[in-house]
C-alpha cells in the first residue's frame, strides 16, 4: 500500500500530513495568497522534505473550506474529498485517543463535533475563532499576527479588562469562584495597555469557545473536549482552560498534533 496524503485547505494556509501503514507522519503547514498556491506549494514541499516520489502516493485525500477550489486530481494523483466535520472527529480521536469527545475545531470560527466510536455528528458552532482574535486585533492593536498578539498577551493582565464576580460581590456566588469572569471588557479603560487588551482579546476569544463548548455537551453525558486547531497553540490555553475545566468539572484535552488533526482525519477517512 502507497503514501495516502491527508490535506487540510484553508483559504491561505495549507496543512498536510502523509498516512504511512496507517500512521501519519511529518505533518506541516504552508501559507500563501490563494488556496491553490497554498495546496500546491505544501503538497510539493512535503514530497520534497521527505523525499517521497509521486509515485509512491496511492491517494490524496482533501478536507477544508479551500478544497471547494480545487477541481480534479492534485498532480494526477487520485484525490476524494472529505467532509471537514468527519476529518475533525477521526484526526481528534486518533490523536487523543477518546472514542467518546466533543471535538472542539477552533479555525476562523469554532465548530463542534460530537464522536461517540464511529458515530459523529456536528452538533453546531459560534462565530468566534482566529478571525475574531485577528479582526479585533487589528482594530485594536494594529496587527493581526497571532504570535505577536500573543506575546503582547503574556505580559499583560485580563484583570484590568474584564469584571470578575469579586469585583461585583463582597461573596462567592454559587458554584462561581471570585476570580471568574462576571463580563468580558467590562472592565477596559480608556487608557488601557495595549498587553492588558491582547491579553483581554484572547481570553475573550478562548474563554467563549470553552464555554461554547461545555453548553454544546448539555444532555449528552461527555466531559471530555478535544481542542484541535491552530489557536489550541497559544500558551494562554494552558491558563484558561484549566480554569474553565475546574468551573464546569470538564476535561479540555490538546493532542500533541492538535493543529494538524484535521489533515490526519483526512487522511484516515480513506477507504472508509
Do not use: W
Amino acid at each position: 500500500m502507497g503514501i495516502i496524503i491527508g490535506i487540510d485547505v484553508g483559504i491561505s494556509t495549507t496543512k498536510i500530513v502523509g498516512l504511512r501503514d496507517g500512521k501519519p507522519s511529518a505533518p506541516i503547514r504552508i501559507t500563501a495568497a490563494d488556496p491553490i498556491t497554498s495546496l500546491y506549494g505544501a503538497f510539493g514541499k512535503y514530497l520534497h522534505d521527505n523525499e517521497i516520489e509521486l509515485s509512491e502516493v496511492e491517494h490524496v485525500m482533501l478536507t477544508g473550506v479551500g478544497a471547494a477550489y480545487v477541481k480534479g486530481n492534485v498532480y494526477g494523483v487520485n484525490t476524494t474529498r472529505c467532509d471537514e466535520f468527519v476529518a475533525d472527529a477521526l484526526g481528534a480521536r486518533y490523536e487523543s485517543h477518546l472514542d467518546h469527545a466533543i471535538v472542539v475545531s477552533m479555525g476562523t470560527g469554532t465548530s463542534f463535533v460530537m464522536c461517540n466510536g464511529d458515530d459523529i455528528s456536528h452538533i453546531g458552532g459560534i462565530g468566534i475563532g482566529g478571525g475574531t482574535l485577528q479582526g479585533l486585533s487589528r482594530i485594536m492593536l494594529n496587527t493581526a499576527d497571532i504570535k505577536q498578539i500573543s506575546a503582547l498577551a503574556m505580559q499583560g493582565d485580563s484583570s484590568h479588562i474584564n469584571l470578575r464576580i469579586g469585583d461585583i460581590t463582597a461573596q462567592p456566588l454559587p458554584g462561581l469562584p471570585m476570580e471568574a469572569t462576571a463580563s468580558l471588557f467590562a472592565s477596559a479603560k480608556n487608557d488601557a495597555s495595549k498587553e492588558d487588551i491582547a491579553a483581554g482579546i484572547i481570553t475573550m476569544v478562548l474563554q467563549s469557545i470553552g464555554s461554547a463548548a461545555v453548553l454544546a455537551a448539555q444532555g449528552t453525558g461527555c466531559r471530555d473536549m478535544v481542542l484541535i486547531g491552530h489557536l489550541s497553540l497559544l500558551p494562554q490555553c494552558k491558563e484558561i482552560f484549566p480554569a474553565l475545566e475546574k468551573l464546569y468539572k470538564v476535561r479540555f484535552h490538546i493532542p500533541k498534533y492538535s493543529q494538524y488533526c484535521t489533515a490526519i482525519g483526512a487522511a484516515l477517512a480513506y477507504g472508509k
